[in-house]
Structure formats: structure tokens, C-alpha cells
């Protein structure tokens, strides 16, 4: 074989071997971002934590309660939004986080 001929297949052959690598590469990194979801969603499962974390929006009636809490009085203290959650108790499920976070925006 001469050196020509040497030299074309050696070139050849690097080029396969790095595009193999590469391949191989991005086949780990998805396998990786894999795991890590798993992983993620084992430690949420562990926690008793939703996996999906969507943003659940109030109905037109939790809308309708808050708006008239809110004409009958506008300062609103952390026993007031107590009484109010117990009032309402069966019509929408609040927490008083919520109902605070609602009235501050």
C-alpha cells in the first residue's frame, strides 16, 4: 500500500470514528437529561409533591367570593381571611396563602 492510499484511509477513518463519537455524545446527554427528570420526579413522589406543577385558575365563583369579600372590606388580616376560607369552606378549596396573594395583587 503506498503512502497515499495509507493516508486516505487513515483520514477516513478518523472522520467516521468522530462522527461515531459525537453520535455517541449527544445519545448520553439525552440519557443524562433522562435521569435527571426521573430523578427529579422520584424526589417529588418521595415528598408527596405534584409532578406537574400547572397553574390551576379560579373559577368565575372563587372570583365572585373574593370580589364581594373584598367590596364588603378592603383591609383584609389574617383572621379575616380565616374566617372567610372557613365560610366558604365547600365552595373553593384556597389555601390562605392564595387568598392573601389574590388580595395583594
Keep these: 500500500m503506498n503512502v497515499q492510499k495509507?493516508?486516505?484511509v487513515l483520514k477516513t477513518f478518523a472522520t467516521?470514528?468522530?462522527?461515531?463519537?459525537?453520535?455517541?455524545?449527544?445519545?448520553n446527554q439525552v440519557k443524562k437529561r433522562n435521569n435527571k427528570?426521573?430523578?427529579?420526579q422520584h424526589k417529588s413522589l418521595e415528598h408527596n409533591q405534584p409532578v406537574n406543577k400547572?397553574?390551576?385558575?379560579?373559577?368565575?365563583?372563587?372570583l365572585k367570593i373574593l370580589n364581594t369579600e373584598?367590596?364588603?372590606n378592603p383591609l383584609w388580616t389574617r383572621q379575616?381571611?380565616?374566617?372567610?376560607?372557613?365560610?366558604?369552606?365547600r365552595e373553593?378549596?384556597?389555601t390562605e396563602?392564595?387568598?392573601?396573594?389574590?388580595?395583594?395583587d
Design 6 to 8: 495509507l493516508a486516505l
Design 37 to 40: 427528570h426521573l430523578e427529579k
Design 70 to 72: 373584598l367590596s364588603k
Design 92 to 94: 373553593f378549596s384556597m
Design 54 to 62: 400547572h397553574r390551576k385558575r379560579k373559577t368565575d365563583r372563587e
Design 16 to 27: 467516521s470514528e468522530g462522527k461515531r463519537g459525537n453520535e455517541e455524545d449527544k445519545e
Design 80 to 89: 379575616s381571611i380565616k374566617l372567610m376560607r372557613d365560610k366558604y369552606r
Design 97 to 104: 396563602q392564595q387568598i392573601y396573594k389574590w388580595w395583594w
